[in-house]
């Protein structure tokens, strides 16, 4: 259960829809690192999202 609120806080947080309720919370927690690590790689995979998204629309732009 832990990681699932991990998951959903850094999520929340990334959208920037947190409630303050849980920003609170969060920031209490005894431990950050779960926090951390969840945040890297999001935003690990998210960076690679957009490369793979812009490798496959590029050439189809320039076959035009």
């Known amino acids: 259960m832990r990681w699932l609120s991990v998951m959903q806080s850094v999520l ?16 209490t927690a005894p431990h950050p690192l779960p926090y ?12 690679l999202g957009l490369v793979y998204l812009v490798q496959l629309v590029l050439p189809n732009s320039l076959e035009q």
Do not use: N, T
Request: hydrophobic share 65%; no cysteine; glycine share 8%.
């Open 12 to 27: 929340a947080a990334m959208f920037g829809v947190q409630s303050d309720a849980k920003r609170h919370q969060d920031f």
């Open 36 to 47: 951390i690590i969840f945040g890297i790689i999001l935003v690990v995979l998210f960076v």
